[in-house]
Each structure stands twice: as C-alpha cells, then as structure tokens.
C-alpha cells in the first residue's frame, strides 16, 4: 500500500524552538512539495524537489525555514526559530515528474506553537 | 499567475440528492490539468478526479463528474446520490503543463459541503 507519510502527526512547541517535520515519499516518486494549511490563506507551496534538488522555495520564509532531501527516501522541513504565526497543518505530497499528473498527500503534521 | 476561485465557502446537500461545487481559474496556458481533491475531517488530501485540458470529453469517476468549460475556465464538480461519506471540504486545483511551475498544484481555497441526512 504506497502512501506519503508523515511524521510527525502532531507537535506543540513553544516559540523560539527548533521544529523538524519529516516525509517519506512513495517510492520510486522523483518529485517532492511541502504545502502549508491555514485557515487565512488556504493552502500554499512552501518548497518542492526534483531529484532531491530544490526547484522553487520561493513560497518559504528563508531567514528561519529551511528544506532537504538527504536522500530519496526522506524529505525534512524545518523551522528556526519557530514563531506562533508558524502554527499551521503542513503537508507533504509526492509524485513522478516532470510528466506527472496528480500528487499523492500525506496526512500533514499538526504544527502547534505556543 | 495562475489562480484558482471556489466562490462557494460552504454548499449543503440532502442525502442521495445531486450537488454541484463550483470552480473558476485563470491561466494563460493552453494546455494543463484540472483537479478535484476530498479533505475529510482525517486532514488526508484524497484524489477525485482528474482532468487534462486537452480533452473535450468530461471525466467521470464514479458517482463524481466533472463539466469542464475551457473557453469559460470553468471546472464544475457534480456529485450525485450524496452520501454520509461524501461530507469534506473539497479543493479545486491548477496544475500547469510546462516549464519549472508546471510542477506545483495552485488550490482554491475549498468549498465545505454538508451533507444532510
């Protein structure tokens, strides 16, 4: 059974602390995105790979989020420190590029931070 | 850049009764794919159906299809005979077919639909 997933499910932290969300893609999938939920802006790109090379991190914080795939097997999203404004569902999806059509989700990690 | 509009914040339908959940995008490319994906209270983003532009023919996965206007850029979702299980928010989403910002899936901002024993 492939599936994305995630881990992990849910986090509360308090402000200032380092948060790091993991994702294993569906094996054989070359192409990574992490996506944000909120309640105000819906859902948004953060970052996605290609191949394990960044692509576009243009929708991502860049002075305390960072994003990377060590291998083929774990996609990492982080946050340096992170702030309330951070808490948010964030989401993983994988899928076969660069001829792909649909991406296949993770069950995202609740981030909650205090 | 491309944009997705569910003018739809909330829709609510009676068991077994048909509903239709709109969707608008812009785009000036001719050629990419439309989707509609299910978020259930679980939070997993679940795949409906697909469209490819290219295609005159509507798709249709079951008791969900789709009516795809491409002159008026347009992705309507029907669903019929409603079912307890059909309750979620539902997203529509863009995804372009060349270059680096094909990869990305642009999202709507969801229609909640109700359904009503």
């Known amino acids: 059974d492939a599936r994305v997933t995630q881990t992990p499910r849910h986090k509360v932290t308090e402000m200032g602390q380092e948060v790091t969300m993991r994702c294993q893609p569906i094996l054989g999938h070359n192409t990574v995105f992490w996506y944000r939920q909120t309640m105000m802006q819906g859902l948004e790109l953060l970052a996605y790979?290609?191949?394990?090379?960044?692509?576009?991190d243009s929708g991502m914080p860049k002075d305390r989020f960072s994003a990377e795939m060590p291998d083929a097997t774990l996609a990492t999203l982080k946050i340096q420190p992170s702030e309330p404004r951070d808490s948010a569902v964030y989401f993983c999806a994988s899928g076969l590029g660069p001829v792909h059509t649909e991406a296949f989700f993770g069950q995202g990690t609740r981030l909650t931070v205090v | 850049a491309q944009t997705v509009t569910q003018s739809q914040p909330e829709m609510s339908v009676q068991e077994a009764e048909t509903v239709t959940l709109s969707c608008t995008y812009d785009?000036?490319?001719?050629?990419?794919?439309l989707f509609w994906y299910k978020q259930p209270p679980s939070r997993q983003m679940i795949l409906v159906i697909r469209?490819?532009?290219?295609?005159?023919q509507n798709a249709t996965e079951n008791r969900f299809s789709v009516n795809f206007q491409k002159a008026a850029k347009s992705f309507s979702l029907k669903i019929s005979d409603s079912q307890l299980g059909d309750a979620a928010m539902y997203f529509c989403?863009?995804?372009?077919?060349?270059?680096?910002?094909?990869?990305?899936?642009?999202f709507g901002q969801g229609t909640r639909l109700t359904i009503n024993p």
């Open positions: 989403a863009y995804r372009g077919s060349s270059g680096q910002g094909a990869q990305k899936l642009v």
């Open positions: 469209q490819e532009a290219y295609k005159q």
């Open positions: 790979f290609r191949n394990r090379a960044p692509l576009d």
């Open positions: 785009t000036s490319e001719s050629d990419y794919y």
